[in-house]
């Protein structure tokens, strides 16, 4: 039985040729989601006997896979072909990325922002944390200052409802 070799990197090539349009469709993925239909000839003449499907879903962050893409060819060799492209590396180290192939050869590609805090996001966070824990304990030390306070008043009031009625008893 003969060896042949194995080309693990069968999808470089459409992917290669569709790599400016992908990578353009990131930067507009910024405003709303962006679909691209792809002539399924161009996936099966690549391999026409595709195990799993040539469907995928993959998230991108900082240039690297955030889900599992292994059972994939077409979405690795995808993720090869982004990052050579200088463009897709800018983009991924600000922004989530999801790459849908659908059964219908739609291709998606939507853009989730990524916030991160700074120092200064996070001392500000810690501040407004002491001042929200700092007013609770006001509000509960005035809490308490109004019901002793309360407490007295009924105490003052049960002691003038006590000497009225000793004074009605001695007048009777």
Request: proline share 4%; aromatic share 10%.
């Given at each position: 039985?003969?060896?042949?070799?194995?080309?693990?990197?069968?999808?470089?090539?459409?992917?290669?040729?569709?790599?400016?349009?992908?990578?353009?469709?990131?930067?507009?993925?910024?405003?709303?989601?962006?679909?691209?239909?792809?002539?399924?000839?161009?996936?099966?003449?690549?391999?026409?006997?595709?195990?799993?499907?040539?469907?995928?879903?993959?998230?991108?962050y900082?240039?690297?896979?955030?889900?599992?893409?292994?059972?994939?060819?077409?979405?690795?060799?995808?993720?090869?072909?982004?990052?050579?492209?200088?463009?897709?590396?800018?983009l991924?180290?600000?922004?989530?990325?999801?790459?849908?192939?659908?059964k219908?050869?739609?291709?998606?590609?939507?853009?989730?922002?990524?916030?991160?805090?700074?120092?200064?996001?996070?001392?500000?966070?810690?501040?407004?944390?002491?001042?929200?824990?700092?007013?609770?304990?006001?509000?509960?030390?005035?809490?308490?200052?109004?019901?002793?306070?309360?407490?007295?008043?009924?105490?003052?009031?049960?002691?003038?409802?006590?000497e009225?009625?000793?004074?009605?008893?001695?007048?009777?």
């Amino acid at each position: 039985m003969p060896n042949y070799p194995t080309n693990h990197h069968l999808y470089t090539l459409l992917w290669n040729k569709y790599r400016p349009a992908i990578v353009k469709l990131m930067a507009d993925a910024q405003e709303a989601p962006q679909e691209y239909t792809f002539q399924p000839h161009e996936f099966k003449d690549v391999n026409p006997k595709e195990k799993g499907g040539y469907w995928f879903t993959m998230e991108v962050y900082k240039g690297k896979a955030q889900n599992n893409i292994k059972g994939s060819v077409v979405a690795q060799d995808l993720l090869l072909i982004l990052q050579k492209s200088g463009r897709a590396l800018e983009l991924f180290e600000t922004s989530k990325y999801e790459f849908t192939l659908d059964k219908q050869f739609t291709f998606c590609v939507s853009q989730e922002p990524v916030v991160e805090e700074t120092e200064e996001e996070n001392a500000e966070a810690s501040d407004t944390q002491e001042e929200t824990t700092e007013a609770v304990a006001t509000e509960e030390a005035s809490s308490e200052e109004a019901e002793s306070s309360e407490e007295a008043k009924e105490e003052t009031k049960e002691e003038e409802v006590k000497e009225e009625a000793e004074a009605e008893k001695k007048e009777a």
